[in-house]
């Protein structure tokens, strides 16, 4: 007997597909783009929420018989500065030299949406850096790791040795924070 879909998942990230099979829920993966781009004058956490809203929303446009439909999105904020995917190895230095030494917060937001809603829920954890080195920037990015990543790490690879401390949810860092995901399906899959 084959087992039914509860719901999709409108996300490429494998790391996002990983903690989602940790929950438990069967879904299956729906493909599709969403440019992710910063409005001008737009708060760190309204364009995070905007980005996992529409990578959601999206979801339902690409299949609108498949729902709930759960975007993510997941940022770096250093002050009011969104550390973006970077495009090269200057790009990370930069970024990476600017998180040495420092808090930042990486901001996920979940949400989760079927034909008549949409709910979103925003994480936000502190991540502090030891101060890094030059060389091991350099030597970092060329292991690849940090080429699709936001601010120019992932704290689940290589980068985790640069973590001093963290305050919030390990799994928001990673991708995708599980309590509120949790949460946020079960209460969907409640209201069917």
């Known amino acids: 007997m084959k087992s039914t879909i509860q719901l999709y998942l409108a996300s490429g990230s494998p ?6 099979t ?19 004058g737009e708060k760190p956490q309204d364009y995070v929420c905007r980005l996992a ?11 609108p018989e498949a729902h ?7 940022i770096v904020v250093l002050g009011e500065r969104v ?15 600017a998180l040495s030494g420092r808090v930042h917060q990486v901001m996920t937001a979940v ?5 008549d809603r949409c ?3 925003l994480v936000t954890t502190n991540v502090a850096f030891r101060k890094l080195d030059e060389s091991e920037i350099e030597a970092y990015w060329e292991t690849g790791e940090p080429c699709d990543k936001a601010g120019a790490y992932g704290i689940q690879g290589i980068a985790g040795k640069f973590v001093s401390r963290i305050e919030g ?12 995901t949790d949460l946020l399906i079960k209460s969907a899959l409640e209201q069917r």
Not at 53 to 63: S, T
Not at 68 to 74: E, F, I, M, R, S
Not at 111 to 115: D, F, H, T, Y
Request: glycine letters at 6%; aromatic letters at 4%; hydrophobic letters at 40%.
């Open 83 to 97: 550390l973006e995917k970077p495009s090269d190895l200057i790009d990370a230095k930069e970024m990476l030299e």
């Open 169 to 180: 949810s390990y799994s928001a860092v990673v991708g995708l924070p599980l309590l509120e």
């Open 111 to 115: 949400a989760l949406a079927s034909a």
């Open 22 to 40: 940790q929950l438990g829920y069967r879904f299956e993966v729906l493909r599709c783009e969403v440019e992710e781009r910063r409005q001008e």
């Open 119 to 121: 709910d979103v829920r």
């Open 53 to 63: 809203r529409d990578k959601a929303q999206a979801g339902l446009a690409v299949a």
């Open 68 to 74: 709930p439909v759960l975007g993510a999105d997941t």
């Open 15 to 20: 790391r996002r597909r990983e903690l989602l």
